[in-house]
Every structure is written in structure tokens, then in C-alpha cells.
């Protein structure tokens, strides 16, 4: 339990007060094996903490945090089916989704699991060969994804990721409820070869219901019949009943389950647009992934645990160094939703001010988590990273290799990669050393700026530097490496929260802005009257006056 009165809280607020005297480059002057020592190898992933505000003795009491919360027998009970999800009365299991190992006790679901697969692949099967038709005959060229939060950021942001292994079908992504959204997407489309996935796994989402509403009368338009709904309609949902509800045939609807939480959720049928993008191969590789991040984080002795170490380095940044907020920096135009995606798993996940038994958590819990690809953050927000008021933690996740495209000759490919890759090495190396005094006035003097003024103008240069970063490697972006990145990050996130000793799975948060969303729609739509807090009431006669 995070407890700030414990022995180990103590120990760590002295850490913090002792590093903070002391310049990163010392803590390599130090210690020659630090870039051994400060790294961590796991499922095809390397992360390279070296350049955190850590020593060897900060890092052990932080590991005595992570014990002192149970955390070896709260990722058991996950990993077991133990009811933690205590909020909503629920397992977490995601991680059986991809588990290929017959699990002791819950071969059950990985009989659900294994079934709902073989009926991707025959599905996905049906798409590619032609041999499933559209109202006219005619076979099925793109895929529109309906659905928002977890059904919508995962696909997407592994479809974008997983780019250069898309050889079938076109992918869209329609969430916002924004008509415009949509019209924008059907505007490109032919409804006689477009196929609708309606993802929602409570199918109870009102933006998603909308969409797929819209789509389907945009559908029958031009089909001209009823029936033309199960050809081109098929959905992914915990509510089947309702999904048939909606008119889509039960043949037509891929099952999910309630021990599967919507951000944690594209490896199950809500992954249904990876596989047609991509194949099915492709798909399983990336659960191949994701299960040997899995195997790593449930094994691995928690100094050596990627997962663990992340976690960890980020509570030591939130709760001891007051940082706020974190920044995930990928240096790959491919993972360009990256951050997007992990804003929702993190941030939904580990938001949160009250401990699993009712009372008020005690510090900071979750980070705010943004950030842009690199290099076009460089461009914008670095500026802050380098030489704002505040530490910004950061994560650069940087692929070594790019995968060969056909627009760009392999020589000049390998030009641009190395000069990402010096970019993303240079940040990185940037916000740990900074600027000197010296250096700034030294560089205004080769300027030709006489000394005093150089003196004075030098602060405005100079940068503090020892900013905290990890560097997350791997070979290439691959299936599998995606898998274990995103893994990676699921479980970070698990073990902050039992540090934390809050429940990442549950999100009451996002619940009372659709309650009030149902009283002020109807105020919208009809006569009724307005009767909510006076700014709200002027707001919506602002609406009114506009629609006159
Ligand atoms: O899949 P659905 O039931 O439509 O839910 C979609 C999204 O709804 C809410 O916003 C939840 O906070 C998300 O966690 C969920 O992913």
C-alpha cells in the first residue's frame, strides 16, 4: 500500500532531496557500469533508463515500494481471474487473450477465445478471397470501424502502426459524433463493396449507435432493401442481444466478454480490423507479442522487470519530484497514434483519487500523458521540455530499422532513418546535459556580441538539463514488437495502480458526463425547458438562437 507515512516513503523523500543535488552526468561518473546496470531487456524490447535521476539505492527502495504494495500477489490475482476489478465486479484478464500456454484454471474462456479466432479467420477468409458479397454482388474493398474510446483507439492505432503489412482491404475509423466525421468517410465510399464493424461492447454508446444509424440508412439508400443490412454490417460486442436488437445478424456478431476492459480490448474481436488490414498472421503475431511481454512481466525479478522499472521511475517522477505530466515521444511516423492510445489506457486507467477501500488516495495518483511523434514535437513543444519551469519525464520509443517502401530507394531511406535516429539521440542527450553558463556566453561571444552583453543575454540560453528520459528500442516495428510495446505499457500502468492501490479497471469518471449528455439532448431537441445552473442555460439558448 502507498502508505506516506511508511519507512520506505521516508527513504524515498531523502532520494529524492540527495539527487536532486546531483547532475545526471555524475551519476555515469560514478558508477562506469551504469548503462549495463540501468537497462532492461525483454520480448524483443530494450529500455535504457540510464539517464533517470536514479542510483542503485534510490532504485532498490523504489522496488521496496512496489513490494511493500503487494504487488507480486495483486498481479497473480490478475493473472489468476481473481476478481480485481472489485468497482464493477469483474476479472481482468486481457492477458488471456493472447495466452497460447493452456492456462490451470481458465481453459474455459481460452475455449471462448480460441473459437471466437477460428471465426475471425474465417470471416477475415470470406473478405479477402471475395468470396463474401455486398447487396450488388460485388466483393468488399473497404471497412469502416464504428465505435469510439477502446473500440476505436487500439485498431486504429495499430492499423497505423502496422502500415507496411496491409495488403487487403481500406480501413476507416469513424468515432466522433460530429455528423462530419462520417460524411466524411462515406462521401469516399461505395456502399455496394463498403462493410460496417460496429464495435462497442456495451452497445449501449451513444456516439457509436448514432454513426452506425446514419450509416445504416446511407446503406439501404442506395441497396434498396432491408436485407442488404447482413451483408454489409457486422459488430463486436459483450450484448449480443442488443446487437440484434440493432439489426445485425447474430451469425454477424463477434462476441466479447465483461473480463475484458474496453482500453484493454483490441486483442480480442475488437482487433476484427488489424486482421482485415493485415491478415490474420499478422494479428496473432501481435498477441505473440504482447504474451512475451506477459510471461516477462509475470516471471521476471521485479529490478529486472521492464514494466515494473517503468512503473516504478514514475511514481518516484509524480509523487516525490512533483511532476505532473509525462510525454510519450515516438520517433516513428508509424506510431503516430501511439500517444493518443496510451493517453486512454493510462489516463482512464490510473485517474483516479480514491483507494480500492473508499478513502481519499493519498498523493498524486495517474500522470497527464501527452506528446507527438518525433521529430515534429521538436518543432513545437520541445522547447518547453528543454527550458520550461517544469520536469516533463519522457519516453522516447525509437524502431532502429524502418521497413522498406516503395515510393523511396533503400539508400535514401536508410539517410532518412539515420537522421531520425540522431534526432531522437540527441533529445534525449539534450535534456540531460543542457546548457552551461559558460557555454551560452561563450556561444553569444562567437557571435560577435561583446562580453558583457553576452553575460547578460547567456541566461536566456542556457538549460537546466538533467531531465529524466527513457529510450525504448527495438529492431523494428514489427507484430510482435508492437504487441510487447503495448503489453509493456498495459502493465505499467497495472503496477502504478497497485502502488497506488487504486482500481485501473473500472471508469466512473467517464459516466456522468453521458448522464448529463441525456438530460440536456432532449432540452435540445424539443420544447422542454431548461432547468440546469444558469451558464448551461445560457449556452443552450445560445444553441437555440442559432438554429432559429
Ligand atoms: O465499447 P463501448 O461499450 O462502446 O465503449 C466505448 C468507450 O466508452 C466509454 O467512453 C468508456 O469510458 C471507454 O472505456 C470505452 O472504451
Same mark, same amino acid.
Given at each position: ?54 542510483? *542503485? ?30 468497482? @464493477? ?30 471465426? $475471425? ?17 460485388? =466483393? ?66 451513444? @456516439? ?14 442506395? *441497396? ?66 504482447? @504474451? ?17 522499472? $517503468? ?94 517502401? =516503395? ?111 441525456? @438530460? ?10 431548461? *432547468?440546469?445552473?444558469? =451558464? ?13
Amino acid at each position: 500500500m502507498f502508505t506516506p507515512d511508511s519507512p520506505v516513503h521516508h527513504a524515498l523523500v531523502q532520494h529524492q532531496l540527495r539527487l536532486a543535488q546531483v547532475p545526471t552526468t555524475q551519476l555515469f561518473d560514478h558508477d562506469p557500469n551504469r548503462v549495463q546496470a540501468f537497462n532492461c531487456q525483454a520480448a524483443g524490447l530494450h529500455a535504457d533508463f540510464s539517464k533517470h535521476r536514479v542510483d *542503485a539505492n534510490a532504485l532498490n527502495v523504489l522496488i521496496q515500494l512496489a513490494e511493500s504494495a503487494d504487488l507480486i500477489t495483486k498481479r497473480d490475482a490478475m493473472f489468476n481471474g481473481e476478481v480485481i476489478n472489485h468497482t @464493477e465486479q469483474r476479472q481482468v484478464l486481457h492477458s488471456i487473450l493472447r495466452a497460447r500456454h493452456a492456462h490451470p484454471t481458465l481453459g474455459h474462456l481460452q475455449t471462448d477465445v480460441s473459437n471466437t479466432l477460428d471465426r $475471425m479467420a474465417t470471416f477475415v477468409d470470406a473478405i479477402h478471397s471475395g468470396q463474401w458479397r455486398g447487396f450488388s454482388h460485388l =466483393s468488399i474493398t473497404d471497412v469502416v470501424n464504428i465505435g469510439i474510446g477502446g473500440s476505436d483507439l487500439g485498431p486504429q492505432m495499430v492499423t497505423e502502426a502496422l502500415a507496411p503489412y496491409q495488403t487487403q482491404v481500406n480501413l476507416h475509423f469513424v468515432s466522433n459524433v460530429d455528423g462530419a466525421d462520417l460524411a466524411q468517410t462515406l462521401d469516399k465510399l461505395n456502399p455496394a463493396t463498403t462493410l460496417f464493424v460496429v464495435a462497442s461492447k456495451t452497445f449501449t454508446t451513444a @456516439e457509436t449507435l448514432t454513426n452506425a444509424r446514419t450509416a445504416r440508412r446511407w446503406l439501404l439508400a442506395a *441497396a434498396g432493401t432491408e436485407d442488404a443490412t447482413a451483408k454489409h454490417f457486422v459488430a463486436v460486442s459483450s450484448a449480443v442481444a442488443r446487437a440484434v436488437d440493432f439489426g445485425i445478424t447474430p451469425d454477424n456478431i463477434f462476441p466479447l466478454w465483461d473480463w475484458v476492459g474496453g482500453r484493454y480490448s483490441l486483442w480480442s474481436a475488437i482487433g476484427l480490423p488489424i486482421a482485415l488490414a493485415c491478415g490474420m498472421p499478422v494479428f496473432e503475431q501481435l498477441l505473440a507479442g504482447a @504474451e512475451a511481454m506477459d510471461q516477462h512481466f509475470a516471471s521476471a525479478p521485479l529490478l529486472e522487470n521492464m514494466p515494473v522499472i $517503468m512503473a516504478v521511475l514514475g511514481i518516484f517522477y509524480i509523487n516525490y519530484w512533483h511532476c505532473d505530466t509525462h510525454a510519450i515521444l515516438p520517433y516513428s511516423h508509424y506510431l503516430g497514434s501511439f500517444t493518443k492510445y496510451i493517453q486512454q489506457l493510462d489516463m482512464e486507467s490510473n485517474g483516479k483519487t480514491v483507494a480500492l477501500q473508499g478513502t481519499a488516495s493519498s498523493g498524486h495518483t495517474g500522470p497527464i500523458i501527452w506528446g507527438e511523434v518525433g521529430t515534429n514535437g521538436q518543432h513545437s513543444f520541445h522547447q518547453l521540455l528543454h527550458q520550461g519551469t517544469r520536469i516533463v519525464p519522457v519516453d522516447f520509443i525509437l524502431p532502429l530499422t524502418t521497413p522498406a517502401v =516503395s515510393a523511396i530507394d533503400t539508400e535514401t531511406l536508410k539517410h532518412h532513418q539515420a537522421q531520425l535516429v540522431a534526432n531522437c539521440l540527441s533529445q534525449s542527450r539534450a535534456l540531460m546535459l543542457g546548457k552551461s553558463r559558460v557555454q551560452a556566453e561563450q556561444e553569444f561571444r562567437q557571435m560577435g556580441i561583446p562580453d558583457a552583453e553576452a553575460c547578460a543575454l547567456a541566461p536566456h540560453k542556457m538549460m537546466p538539463g538533467n531531465r529524466p528520459s527513457t529510450t525504448i528500442t527495438m529492431h523494428c516495428l514489427t507484430p510482435e514488437n508492437l504487441g510487447a510495446l503495448i503489453a509493456l505499457y498495459e502493465h505499467k500502468v497495472f503496477v502504478q495502480s497497485a502502488i497506488w492501490n487504486i482500481n485501473a479497471f473500472d471508469q466512473w469518471g467517464v459516466e456522468l458526463g453521458k448522464q448529463l449528455c441525456n @438530460e440536456i439532448l432532449p432540452v435540445l431537441t424539443t420544447d422542454a425547458a431548461t *432547468a440546469f445552473d444558469p =451558464s448551461t442555460n445560457a449556452l443552450i439558448q445560445r444553441y437555440k438562437d442559432a438554429h432559429q
